[in-house]
């Protein structure tokens, strides 16, 4: 019997979330201009899905203050509340609102989650067209130091350059937005080999055009729609990795609310049957299928596959 | 030659296939009416969209991805290939009906021997066993006339010619001994005298063994010497359907006289070059190297201003490259390139500016040539804002000025993005983009090969108009020899980097003739049906060409 209600609220759900898909689809599609909207037109549901997803989570982190019912940091009452009126979900192992922690981790972790995406992202697509376009020494030797930094494994890299550098918000984004950089490297060095032996890119050298803008006009938008897929995926990573640093005690410090932390310090209660730690990695997984779901779709337009 | 005697193998009525795009079906073949009967070839013509492919593969019952066949019937040999389920369907394929696609290069797994890839449909099908089925490989590519048919089977893909592949991928579809082929282009990407080894092994193997076979071109000529009939189509549908020869003497609709009409154009003959009279370009005594391969060999010629040279050769033979040397790409390792008379930098990156915008180039494939994320307006317009500097509204009305010389609608065109174009526009977007830097020179890099014959046509007039309008010197790279005397004044032949033969077009196309280009220029199909016939038969006797090699053998 249970494994059969466990099906239903499983259909349920999907059945939920496509219907919330639908409708956003519909909405942006009435919303927005017409050639935007010859695009939404193509999404599929569970990118729209994701779309509402994410823009429920950026809303989120903004507003948090107007939304959050208690203070990020405010000792509000007894540690492991249980779920009652006033503390929706209950308190933590402080005894602070679980709720208020839960939505000012959007801001916390969304927020340094995409700042290091972006840096990682502009440094690596920078370097990689660079290399790509120059070719030669340049070339060699950006590729060969990627090659090092990538021979260590990812995390570990993480940890021990905290180590080295002390932890704070600045060294966490810094450090991981170089590790994530070579990753994209790869790809923005790989993609723009291929555009770099087009015609139109030879006739712009003969045009005598200079190098930053035969990055920006001639290789750059032609690279643009894998590297939109890769930043989606890259995010997903960036999130992951910060919410494991954050776990191991060497991302986000206390008090900020963040929701790797959330989870090792309500990891208790799990052993009582309570649910409530994972409200936080079930926010992150959400957000991370919900980028996905998105990247998807956006993956697939720019391939130009059909059904 | 046609039989009608002879039984029906293969019929379709009312034939309509769709295909998807932008979320709608649109018909591109719109009730074609075909019947070939036993050992007949039946010749597809049209341009590009017309469906001959299309309507090649419906023979086999098959559909490509985004496509449907919607109505009509289809029947093979008594069997009605639309209602046949797909086990069925693919029982004939490869074993009563056999395909030759275009490019055997791309068609051929490259991680397979030949002779591996021969005996996979005979061994699938249950024809033969194995070594029943690498004993008759030998023996067909005997008879495709391949060079050591004992041993090239062993070889891999890249590791033989171009034609000699085609003739394999031949041999390939003959191993079942199918009733029906059905040939897609199979020379279009070879070059001439490549083609004629090619064509004329695969009329006498589907002679010998009285194959039916469906034979797609857009190349007249060349359907006039393998087709029994002609069926002419125009976007998915009929425009007439005739015997080879009444076809030829007599085409009855005017969209057939315009296709047989292409080839008229001549550009009136130019009097000679004043004696001392400085040229625009001047290519000296030029060696240039790919690696440690000497891929130019010496060469020297000139081009004079308001005159075409025409670079004509085999692929391979370096004209491309020399190209590459005047445009500075490749530095050259011994000689100089002249620009009125002075040296200019070997390495475009040296040249100043101004040297840069006297020769402009035009490419072979506009769809990679044009930046696919730019509009028009910026394609256009940035060698005059940056060459000529100008800027706002002057900018403006000169883009507006160079679409009107290319014939194109300037309001219509100038936001639109290269996507938005036929492939005949994106070539005379790529012309106005070499005329916006007002240069002397120009090189034409087989600008008409990836192009149907009528838009060719009209490309290369207005090619010839605006060389007259700003005294434009050209430099024609083709391996297409109609192109030539449609176009050119003066002709030079290269083989494998060496110049064989220079001089004013007349004198080079008149006899005597240098051995090589004799080759050249009787490899080039003629619109008579008997031509390959004549043409093998002189051959046979040792005439046009028969004792040179062609190059890359």
Partial sequence: MGFLTGLFWLAAVIAGAMAAGWAFRTAVITVSPHGLAKEFRTMPLTAGFGLLMIAIYILVAVFAPAIAPFSETEIVGREYQPWDDVHLLGTDNLGRDMLSRLIYGARNTVGIAFATTALAFTLGSVLGLLAAVVGGWLDQLLSRAVDVLMAIPALIFALLLLTIVGTSVINMILVIAVIDATRVFRLARAVAMNIVVMDYVEAAKLRGEGLWRLITREILPNAMAPLVAEFGLRFCFVFLTISALSFLGLGIQPPTADWGSMVRDNATLISFGDITPLLPAGAIALLTVSVNFVVDWQLHRASGLRE | ?553
């Fill in chain 2, 1 to 553: 030659m046609t039989d009608t005697n002879k039984e029906v193998l293969l019929s379709m009525k009312g034939l309509r296939i769709e295909g998807r795009a932008d979320e709608e079906w649109t018909e591109i073949v719109k009730g074609i009416d075909l019947t070939l009967h036993k050992g007949e070839v039946l010749g597809l013509i049209g341009e590009s969209g017309a469906g001959k492919s299309t309507i090649g593969l419906a023979a086999m019952g098959f559909a490509r991805d985004g496509c449907r066949i919607s109505g009509g019937e289809i029947t093979f040999d008594g069997i009605d290939l639309r209602a046949a389920s797909e086990p069925e369907r693919r029982g004939l394929r490869g074993k009563r009906i056999a395909y030759v696609a275009q490019s055997a290069a791309a068609s051929f797994n490259p991680a397979h021997k030949l002779i591996d890839q021969y005996a996979e449909a005979p061994v699938q099908h249950h024809v033969m066993s194995r070594s029943e089925a690498e004993h008759d490989a030998v023996e067909l590519y005997r008879r495709m006339q391949l060079p050591y048919p004992e041993e090239i089977g062993f070889r891999y893909p890249h590791q033989v010619s171009g034609g000699q592949l085609q003739r394999a991928m031949t041999a390939m579809a003959m191993s079942c001994r199918p009733d029906l082929i059905i040939f897609d282009e199979p020379t279009t990407a070879l070059d001439v005298t490549t083609q004629i080894e090619v064509l004329a092994a695969i009329r006498d193997i589907v002679e010998q063994f009285d194959t039916a076979a469906i034979y797609i071109t857009h190349d007249l000529a060349v359907v006039a010497q393998m087709a029994d009939r002609i069926k002419v189509l125009l976007r998915g549908e009929e425009v007439e359907e005739a015997d080879t020869r009444t076809m030829l003497d007599a085409p009855t609709q005017d969209y057939t006289k315009s296709l047989w009409a292409v080839r008229s154009f001549t550009r009136p003959t130019q009097p000679p070059v004043e004696k001392g009279v400085t040229p625009v370009v001047s290519v000296r005594n030029v060696t240039a190297a790919y690696g440690t391969i000497n891929v130019l060999k010496n060469i020297s010629f000139d081009i004079h201003a308001r005159r075409t040279v025409a670079v004509v050769g085999e692929s391979g033979s370096g004209k491309s490259t020399a190209a590459r040397v005047i445009t500075g790409l490749l530095p050259p390792r011994r000689g100089e390139i002249l620009f009125n008379g002075e040296a200019l930098p070997p390495d475009y990156r040296k040249r100043t500016r101004e040297q840069l915008r006297q020769a402009q180039m035009i490419y072979q494939m506009a769809d990679t040539a044009l930046n696919p994320k730019l509009k028009i307006r910026d394609l256009i317009g940035r060698p005059a804002q940056m060459y000529l500097g100008l800027q706002g509204k002057a900018l403006t009305d000169r883009i507006k000025d160079l679409l009107s010389l290319i014939e194109l609608e300037p309001n219509d065109y100038i936001d639109r993005v290269p996507s938005e174009l036929s492939g005949g526009q994106k070539q005379r977007i790529g012309i106005a983009r070499a005329l916006a830097a007002e240069p002397q020179f120009i090189i034409c890099d087989e600008v008409t090969s990836a192009l149907d014959q009528l838009v060719a046509e009209g490309i290369l007039k207005l090619l010839d108009r605006l060389q007259g309008e700003f005294d434009l010197a050209y430099m024609f790279i083709t391996h297409d020899l109609a192109t030539v005397r449609a176009i050119a004044d003066e002709v030079v032949v290269m083989k494998e980097g060496l110049v064989v033969e220079a001089g004013p077009k007349l004198e080079v196309f008149q006899p005597p003739h240098d051995p090589y280009t004799e080759l050249l220029l009787s490899s080039v199909p003629e619109m008579d049906p008997d031509w390959l016939t004549h043409l093998l038969e002189e051959r046979e006797a040792g005439r046009a060409g028969a004792d040179v090699e062609p190059a890359g053998h």
